[in-house]
């Protein structure tokens, strides 16, 4: 893309990442498993946040699209800290954090960490504790005893991998079985269709998020990527009343 930039970490690895500065508060795009900011959803809502004038940020995790590093290195706490320094980095005041997927879970640890400053949050498909629920013992297993498994991909023709890494990593960031302490304005919107992620995963999440303001949104012929027209219009729309509610 023409307008990347590059942020180096102190230890050196160079995160992609495109910023549209203007007014607040600022939305953060956090994308899902192995994908990047080049995908439908996060380029509708940099453009869309655009034109309105409002900030937008969008990063490629490490190992991810344009970003230096490898995947089989990268795990929930490495991107936490990415997207929190490019956020130090970039962003003055308030932020609405919007994640897909695994960017579901991600925006739960960042939304978390942020505190104050996270004016809201809206959840694609979030997909919280794949590790968990995700996987069967076996699996499990074998993950633990530093085994990498290989999933069918319907999106591709090469296999997704899950490495002992980020499944490590992952079990020891587990939160639906407890308080999640976010008291911000919670959206979920969830396809009934998505054969990745239950949507019932998004019922659960709302029970253990500690906002008493949470809507959860439920598309009966939605998949689980959500990005047709229809469903990104949705996705935008939710985004301007919830930014709106919170400037």
Same mark, same amino acid.
């Given at each position: 893309?023409?307008?990347?930039?590059?942020?180096?970490?102190?230890?050196?690895?160079?995160?992609?990442? #495109?910023?549209?500065?203007?007014?607040?508060?600022?939305?953060?795009?956090?994308?899902?498993?192995?994908?990047?900011?080049?995908?439908?959803?996060?380029?509708?809502?940099?453009?869309?946040? &655009?034109?309105?004038?409002?900030?937008?940020?969008?990063?490629?995790?490490?190992?991810?699209?344009?970003?230096?590093?490898?995947?089989?290195?990268?795990?929930?706490?490495?991107?936490?800290?990415?997207? $929190?320094? $490019?956020?130090?980095?970039?962003?003055?005041?308030?932020?609405?954090?919007?994640?897909?997927?695994?960017?579901?879970?991600?925006?739960?640890?960042?939304?978390?960490?942020?505190?104050?400053?996270?004016?809201?949050?809206?959840?694609?498909?979030?997909?919280?504790?794949?590790?968990?629920?995700? #996987?069967?013992?076996?699996?499990?297993?074998?993950?633990?005893?530093? !085994?990498?498994?290989?999933?069918? !991909?319907?999106?591709?023709?090469?296999?997704?991998?899950?490495?002992?890494?980020?499944?490590?990593?992952?079990?020891?960031?587990?939160?639906? !079985?407890?308080?999640?302490?976010?008291?911000?304005?919670? #959206?979920?919107?969830?396809?009934?269709?998505?054969?990745?992620?239950?949507?019932?995963?998004?019922?659960?999440?709302?029970?253990?998020?500690?906002?008493?303001?949470?809507?959860?949104?439920?598309? &009966?012929?939605?998949?689980?990527?959500?990005?047709?027209?229809?469903?990104?219009?949705? $996705?935008?729309?939710?985004?301007?009343?919830?930014?709106?509610?919170?400037?």
């Amino acid at each position: 893309m023409s307008d990347t930039e590059f942020h180096t970490m102190p230890g050196g690895r160079r995160i992609a990442f #495109r910023f549209s500065p203007s007014t607040g508060p600022a939305l953060v795009f956090l994308p899902g498993y192995m994908s990047d900011m080049a995908g439908g959803k996060a380029t509708a809502l940099f453009e869309w946040a &655009k034109a309105r004038g409002q900030a937008c940020l969008l990063l490629d995790y490490s190992g991810c699209g344009e970003s230096a590093g490898d995947f089989a290195d990268g795990t929930l706490s490495k991107w936490r800290e990415e997207v $929190l320094a $490019l956020i130090d980095a970039k962003l003055d005041g308030q932020a609405v954090v919007i994640g897909s997927s695994m960017g579901g879970w991600l925006m739960l640890l960042v939304g978390t960490a942020l505190g104050s400053r996270l004016t809201g949050i809206v959840g694609i498909a979030a997909a919280p504790d794949f590790t968990d629920w995700g #996987r069967s013992e076996t699996d499990k297993e074998r993950l633990a005893a530093g !085994n990498t498994i290989y999933d069918d !991909n319907p999106y591709g023709p090469e296999p997704t991998p899950m490495f002992p890494g980020f499944f490590a990593d992952g079990q020891a960031q587990l939160l639906l !079985n407890g308080e999640i302490p976010i008291d911000a304005p919670v #959206r979920l919107i969830h396809g009934q269709r998505d054969t990745d992620v239950p949507w019932d995963v998004s019922m659960r999440l709302a029970d253990a998020l500690r906002s008493d303001d949470i809507q959860v949104t439920l598309i &009966k012929d939605g998949d689980h990527r959500l990005s047709r027209e229809q469903d990104i219009a949705l $996705l935008l729309r939710t985004v301007g009343a919830l930014s709106k509610g919170s400037a």
